[in-house]
């Protein structure tokens, strides 16, 4: 059952419409961003073996109910798909991986398979509207000296420093802010409104002038 369901989003192009495995954590996973992920419960294990074999995706979600281990967790609505780019196995036992963020997704229907693995029918939510928006540069210019220290570790591929939802997500990720905010950035499909919200934040934190 689980390798029918990895083997329909082997696909390199963006689902539409489609099963997928859940991996419901503690922590939200933005487009564009990675993260490192520690695996030992067995059905997270056998998940993440099929991805790799597959090359298929599966679905980052923040928990709403529940927690990360033992039984399914509830997880919230919008996640992100996440494909695997490293892993390793240095402890027996403990898959050590780095997934990426690609998309956002909405779960519409969900099951948990007798293994406590949760497989949801989901639908891609469209990108961002990404309207120039030269009234939040200090967003800009606060993301970039954030990124002349840390480096490009944190997300895959070149740095779009020009693109307002790419900068939105990357202040979201780094801000030391509650993951319930963060589940909302996630959710909002106007990158304007996520700079604006963001622009008000490092203001009154007096990260900007």
Known sequence: MLKKILDAVSSAAKPR???????????VLFP?????????EQRYM???????????LFGI???REGAETGAPAIPQDVGTFARIQEWDMQQL??????AAGEGRFRIQEQRALDSGLIIAQV????????????EFAPCREFLQKILAQIGNARFTGAARIDDPSWVSFRITEILPISQTIKQKMLELTDARMRLEILHKILREQKLIA
């Open 17 to 27: 419409g489609l099963e997928l495995p859940l991996f419901p954590l503690s922590s």
């Open 32 to 40: 564009g961003g990675v993260m490192p992920l520690k695996i030992f």
């Open 46 to 56: 056998d998940m993440t073996k099929a991805c790799l074999k597959s090359h298929s």
């Open 61 to 63: 979600c923040l928990i």
């Open 93 to 98: 036992g403990v898959l050590q991986v780095r």
């Open 123 to 134: 639908s891609p939510i469209a990108e961002d509207e990404t309207p120039a928006c030269p």
